[in-house]
């Protein structure tokens, strides 16, 4: 596991090669951008046309204000560029409103081991403000993000159908 820090007075956690902090209104464009980019959203529902992705982009900053742990910006250093996110939000199971984590880096940016990198981050959050369950929904047919979802601690649990869209939902126990 890669160490990080927290920064001070910014919600945001340091890594070696990232910084992950919560999301800003100055992130929108970028945002926007992603949600909108078939490469960006492969292994999701679908891409967003400028409208559902602005919703998208408000639930961030929503769910931030609420979450320490939200869906965040995953910034490389070296570049000061915006690669994906990671955190939490929430949806619904079996009619109760549950948290899932997840995560989505540009193109270019998997296969290094960054997800990875900001899950600890992001988990380190979450342990220090949540105990409970979180879950994450994994593509069946994304097996790379199955091995990152592993090494973050989450263990498969079944086979469901979450908004019309299948996926394998993992858990795992925040102590």
């Keep these: 596991m890669a160490h990080s820090r927290s920064v001070p007075?910014?919600?945001?956690?340091?890594?070696?090669?990232?910084?992950?902090?919560?999301?800003?209104?100055?992130?929108?464009?970028?945002?926007?951008?992603l949600f909108c980019n078939a490469s960006f959203m492969e292994f999701s529902d679908g891409v967003h046309d400028p409208d559902s992705a602005h919703a998208r982009f408000d639930t961030m900053l929503?769910?931030?204000?609420?979450?320490?742990?939200?869906?965040q910006p995953i910034i490389e250093r070296a570049t000061q560029t915006i690669v994906g996110y990671s955190g939490a939000a929430w949806f619904d199971l079996d009619g109760a409103r549950r948290l899932e984590y997840?995560?989505?880096?540009?193109?270019?940016a998997r296969g290094r081991g960054l997800a990875t990198e900001a899950g600890h981050a992001?988990?380190?959050?979450?342990?220090?403000?949540?105990r409970g369950e979180l879950f994450a929904m994994i593509d069946p047919a994304n097996?790379?993000?199955?091995?990152?979802?592993?090494?973050?601690?989450?263990?498969?649990?079944?086979?469901?159908e979450i908004d019309d869209y299948l996926v394998n939902l993992y858990r795992r126990a925040v102590p």
């Excluded at 890594?15 to 100055?26: I, S």
């Excluded at 929503?62 to 869906?71: G, H, Q």
């Design 9 to 33: 007075g910014s919600g945001g956690v340091l890594t070696e090669r990232l910084l992950v902090r919560p999301p800003q209104e100055d992130d929108r464009a970028r945002f926007i951008e």
């Design 143 to 160: 097996t790379a993000s199955q091995g990152v979802i592993g090494k973050l601690g989450f263990t498969f649990w079944k086979q469901a």
């Design 62 to 71: 929503r769910t931030a204000a609420e979450l320490p742990f939200a869906k």
């Design 102 to 108: 997840g995560y989505r880096l540009v193109p270019e």
């Design 122 to 130: 992001v988990l380190t959050l979450a342990t220090a403000a949540f």
